[in-house]
C-alpha cells in the first residue's frame, strides 16, 4: 500500500462524514469568548473555557491532524480535573464533620477495646457480675457436621458475648501499653496429619507479669464455670434436648463419661498452655479470614492471607489476648477404650493483634 502523505490524512478526518458529529462535538466544547475575554493580551496564554491564565496545559484535538493552528487549545489543569472530582465534591460541612470524627477516632481499635472491656472485666465487681449471667443460650449442630453440637454463650440476658483481656490496674489501655500486657504466642498451621489448625498457644510460666497473672486467674475461673453449667445441664437435661440421646448412648451423668477441655490445657509433666483460636472463614466477603489481623492500629493484610491458606507455616510474636468465649463444642471421643462425651470450650480472639518488632514467620517445619 502507497504511503499516505499527511496532507492527505488530515483532508480526510477533515472532510469525512465518518467524523462530521465528532467535529461538531468539540465545537461545541469551545465556548466563544465574551467582551470580558476579549480584553487580555493578546499575548497572554489563558483556558479556553474558563479564561484562567494558570497551570495551563497544551491539548490536542482528536479530528485533526495537522492544521496546529486549529487543533491546538489550551486548558488550566483544574478545569480538565474538575469532572473526575466531581463525583467526590464534599460541601464544606461535610468536610468538617469528617475531620472531627476522625480526630476522635485516632485510635480506634483501642477505643474498642476499651469500650468492650470495661463493660466485662474492667473491675473485680464487674467480671464477677459478668460471669454470674453467663448461660447456655441454645444447643445447635454444627454447621459443617451434624453428628457434632455445641452450646451458644451468651451473658448480660443474652446480649452480650463473655470478653476478657490483660488490663492495667484501675485504667485502661493504651497502644503503649500493649507491649506489657501481651504475651508470646506460637501458632503450627497444618498439624502432623496436614490438617488446618485455628489456635495460638502460649506456654504458661511463672514469670509472668501481674496483669498477666490476673488475666490467667479469670480464665481458670471461666474454665470452672463452664464445667459447672455443663454438669447442671446434664443433671436436668430431658429428651427435648438435641444432645440427650448422644448423652443416653455415653452413659454420661453430672459426674461421669464425661471430660471438659477448658482455654487452660495439660501437657506434658503438666505444662499448662492458653489455647486461643481465630476463625479461619470469612464472615465478610472482603476479609481473608474471620478474626481481625492487627499490628497495633495498622491491618495486617499478609497475615491475615497467610493464616487464610491450608499450607504449612509457622508464626511466632508477642499478642495482646483480648478474647470473647463464643462456644463449647461437644463431641463423642474414645478415651482409655471407654466412650465419653467431651465439652470444649473455644476461646477467640477479638482480634489477632501482634506487637510490632516481636513477628517471626515460617514456611519450614521446625
Given at each position: ?33 465574551d467582551d470580558e475575554k476579549k480584553e ?13 491564565n494558570k497551570y495551563i496545559e497544551l ?308
Amino acid at each position: 500500500m502507497d504511503n499516505i502523505s499527511m496532507k492527505a490524512l488530515d483532508k480526510f478526518f477533515k472532510e469525512s462524514s465518518l467524523f462530521s458529529e465528532d467535529r461538531l462535538r468539540e465545537k461545541n466544547k469551545l465556548p466563544v469568548l465574551d467582551d470580558e475575554k476579549k480584553e487580555i493580551k493578546k499575548n497572554s496564554i489563558c483556558c479556553k473555557r474558563c479564561n484562567n491564565n494558570k497551570y495551563i496545559e497544551l491539548r490536542r484535538l482528536q479530528i485533526r491532524r495537522c492544521d496546529e493552528e486549529a487543533t491546538i487549545v489550551y486548558y488550566c489543569s483544574n478545569l480538565l480535573k474538575f469532572k473526575m472530582q466531581k463525583k467526590n465534591f464534599k460541601s464544606s460541612e461535610q468536610l468538617v464533620k469528617s475531620i472531627n470524627s476522625s480526630n476522635k477516632s485516632s485510635t480506634s481499635r483501642m477505643d474498642y477495646y476499651n469500650r468492650i472491656l470495661s463493660s466485662s472485666c474492667s473491675t473485680d465487681m464487674i467480671f464477677q457480675r459478668m460471669i454470674s449471667t453467663i448461660n447456655f443460650k441454645e444447643v445447635v449442630p454444627l454447621p459443617k457436621n451434624n453428628s457434632m453440637f455445641r452450646f451458644v454463650i451468651k451473658c448480660f440476658n443474652n446480649t452480650n458475648n463473655v470478653i476478657l483481656g490483660p488490663l492495667k490496674i484501675s485504667s485502661g489501655i493504651t497502644l503503649t501499653d500493649l507491649p506489657s500486657l501481651s504475651i508470646p504466642m506460637s501458632h503450627y498451621h497444618l498439624n502432623k496429619n496436614n490438617f488446618v489448625q485455628d489456635n495460638f498457644i502460649h506456654r504458661i510460666s511463672e514469670n509472668e507479669t501481674e496483669p498477666m497473672k490476673k488475666f490467667i486467674e479469670r480464665l481458670r475461673f471461666i474454665d470452672s464455670h463452664m464445667q459447672m453449667l455443663i454438669s447442671d445441664y446434664i443433671r436436668h437435661i430431658d429428651e427435648s434436648s438435641p444432645i440427650y440421646y448422644m448423652l443416653k448412648k455415653n452413659n454420661v451423668k453430672f459426674n461421669q463419661n464425661w471430660i471438659f477441655t477448658g482455654i487452660i490445657n495439660k501437657g506434658n509433666n503438666n505444662t499448662e498452655y492458653i489455647n486461643i483460636r481465630y476463625f479461619k472463614d470469612s464472615f465478610k466477603g472482603k476479609k481473608k479470614i474471620g478474626t481481625n489481623v492487627y499490628c497495633g492500629d495498622d491491618y495486617l493484610d499478609e497475615m491475615a492471607d497467610l493464616l487464610s491458606r491450608d499450607t504449612f507455616c509457622y508464626i511466632n510474636g508477642n499478642i495482646y489476648p483480648l478474647i470473647k468465649v463464643n462456644y463449647i463444642i461437644i463431641n463423642e471421643r474414645i478415651v482409655n477404650n471407654i466412650p465419653m462425651v467431651n465439652f470444649t470450650c473455644k476461646a477467640y480472639f477479638v482480634d489477632i493483634n501482634f506487637i510490632p518488632n516481636s513477628i517471626r514467620c515460617s514456611t519450614k517445619r521446625l
